[in-house]
C-alpha cells in the first residue's frame, strides 16, 4: 500500500514522464485545454477518491460522508459565488454529461432542441447526428452568417419562430466572438423555450470579466472546469432556484452514480483560485494575447474566420494561402515543429470533418506559462513559417529548437523537475 509510483508501476511514470517534456517543450494551442495549478492536481490525487458518496450534502445514501459534505458544500458555494448563481450541481463527471442532465431534466425525448451545429462550431451535444442529443430530441441547427461568419440574431429569431424549440442553446466549441446572451433571452421568451448557456470554452473569461455574463439571462449555465477555468477534467451545472429540484435528480440518480469527490475537491480549489484577482489578470491575458496573435496571423497572409477574434480563440482559414493544405495536414507539420493544434471545420468547409479546411488556436496555455504579447508575434511567426516550409523537414527542426527555447523561458510545474 505504500510504495511510491516509481516502485509499483515506471511504465506509466515512464509515460507521464514524456508527457510532462511534450507539454513543457510544446507552444501548445488548443484552446480547450489548460494547465492546471499544482494544487489543483494534489487536490486531484488525494484520498478523498476512496469513498462513495451517491446523494448530495446533507442526504447521502452512504455512511461516513461527513467530510464528503464538507468537500463538496464547500465547491458548490465558491461556484455560486464566482458565477452569481442561485444554484450549482458539481457533479457532471464531464460536459457532455452535464449537457446530457440539462436535457434530461428540462425535455422529453422528441422535444426540440435548437443548438449550434457541429460543422459550424457547436458541441457534439448540441444535437449532432452522431450524438445522442441528436439521436433523442428533434434538432434544429443555427449557423453562422456566410458574409459575417458571426452569429446573426435576426436570424435566430427567425428560426426559433419556425421551429418553435423548448430549449435554445447558446455556445460553442469555435466560435470567436462574444455571445450577446441579452439578445438570446429574448427570442427564447419570444417562443417560450428555455435558454440554456453552454458557457464550457468560456467560463475562465467569464469569470474574469472579459466576456459578457448569462447568469442574469439563462435559465440553466453549464460548463466544464478544465478549460479557460482552468481546473480539473469536470463540469458543473448552475441553474434558478426553481429548476435545482430537476436538476439536482436528473445528474444524481437519473444519470450518474457516485459523485467523483477528488475531482470536486479539486473544482473548489479551482473556484477559489478563480476568486483571485490575479486570474482576472489572467483572463484579460488571454485575450490581449490572442487578439495579438491574431493580428500576427493576419499580417502574415492568412485569413481568419470572421475576421479575428474576441475571445481566447481564433480559426484559421487556410484555403486562403494554401488550397492543397487540409488542416489535418497543417496540424501534422505544426507538430513537427513543436506546435499543437487541432484541425477544425471552418464555416461552409468544403472538406470533411476528418481533413477540414482550418485549425483552431487558443492562447488560455500559453497565457498560463505567462506569455504576453511579443511572444504571440513569435509563435505566429513559426507557424507561418513551419506551413510555408511544410515539406522541408529540416526547417522544421529548427523551428521545433526555437520553440523549445521559448518554451524554457517560461517553464511550467517546475516542482517536478
Ligand atoms: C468541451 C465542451 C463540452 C463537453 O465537454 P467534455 O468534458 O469533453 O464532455 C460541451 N460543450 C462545449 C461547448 C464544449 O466546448
Redesign the pocket.
Known amino acids: 500500500m505504500n510504495k511510491l509510483l516509481g516502485e509499483v508501476d515506471p511504465q506509466i511514470v515512464e509515460i507521464t514522464a514524456k508527457d510532462l517534456t511534450r507539454q513543457q517543450d510544446s507552444l501548445m494551442l488548443i484552446p ?1 485545454e489548460n494547465y492546471a495549478s499544482r494544487a489543483v492536481m494534489e487536490a486531484q490525487s488525494s484520498i478523498l477518491a476512496n469513498k462513495y458518496a451517491e446523494g448530495y450534502p446533507g442526504e447521502r445514501y452512504y455512511n461516513g460522508c461527513q467530510f464528503m459534505d464538507d468537500v463538496e458544500s464547500l465547491a458548490i458555494e465558491r461556484a455560486k459565488a464566482l458565477f452569481g448563481v442561485e444554484h450549482v450541481n458539481v457533479q457532471p ?7 446530457m442532465a440539462v436535457y434530461h431534466a428540462m425535455l422529453e425525448p422528441g422535444d426540440t432542441i435548437l443548438g449550434m451545429s457541429l460543422d459550424q462550431g ?5 444535437g449532432a447526428n452522431v450524438n445522442f442529443s441528436g439521436n433523442l430530441y428533434n434538432i434544429a441547427a443555427y449557423g453562422v452568417n456566410a458574409d459575417t461568419e458571426r452569429i446573426d440574431m435576426e436570424e435566430i429569431a427567425r428560426l426559433a419562430e419556425q421551429h418553435r424549440p423548448k430549449l435554445i442553446v447558446v ?3 469555435a466560435y470567436p466572438r462574444h455571445f450577446d446572451f441579452a439578445a438570446w433571452r429574448q427570442i427564447a421568451d419570444a417562443v417560450g423555450a428555455y435558454l440554456l448557456a ?4 468560456i467560463a475562465g473569461l467569464i469569470a474574469g470579466d472579459v466576456h459578457p455574463d448569462p447568469a442574469p439571462y439563462a435559465d440553466v449555465i ?3 472546469t ?2 479557460t477555468l482552468r481546473g480539473p ?3 458543473m451545472i448552475m441553474c434558478r432556484a426553481e429548476y435545482a429540484d430537476k436538476i439536482d435528480r436528473a445528474v444524481f440518480p437519473g444519470l450518474q452514480g457516485g459523485p467523483f469527490l477528488h475531482t470536486i475537491a479539486a473544482r473548489a480549489v479551482a473556484f477559489k483560485e478563480a476568486s483571485e484577482p490575479d486570474f482576472k489578470t489572467y483572463q484579460a491575458q488571454i485575450v490581449k494575447n490572442a487578439k495579438a496573435l491574431a493580428e500576427r496571423l493576419i499580417e502574415n497572409g492568412f485569413r481568419l474566420v470572421s475576421g479575428g477574434t474576441d475571445n481566447h480563440l481564433m480559426l484559421m482559414d487556410l484555403t486562403s494561402k494554401y488550397e492543397k493544405l487540409s488542416g489535418r495536414q497543417a496540424a501534422d507539420h505544426l507538430e513537427d515543429a513543436g506546435i499543437i493544434v487541432n484541425k477544425n471545420t471552418i464555416p461552409f468547409d468544403k472538406r470533411k470533418p476528418r481533413t477540414t479546411s482550418g485549425i483552431r488556436l487558443g492562447t488560455p496555455m500559453i497565457t498560463t506559462r505567462g506569455m504576453k504579447e511579443d511572444e504571440m508575434v513569435s509563435v505566429a511567426d513559426f507557424i507561418t513559417e513551419t506551413l510555408e516550409n511544410r515539406q522541408k523537414a529540416s526547417i522544421k527542426r529548427q523551428i521545433r529548437e526555437k520553440v523549445k527555447e521559448l518554451c524554457a523561458q517560461f517553464p511550467i510545474y517546475e516542482y517536478l523537475e
Not at 453552454?198 to 470554452?201: E, K, L, R, V, Y
Request: net charge positive; glycine share 14%.
Open positions: 480547450s463527471h464531464a460536459g457532455s454529461q452535464a449537457n457547436g458541441h457534439l451535444t448540441h455556445g460553442a466549441t453552454d458557457i464550457a470554452h453549464t460548463t466544464t478544465h478549460k477534467r469536470g463540469a
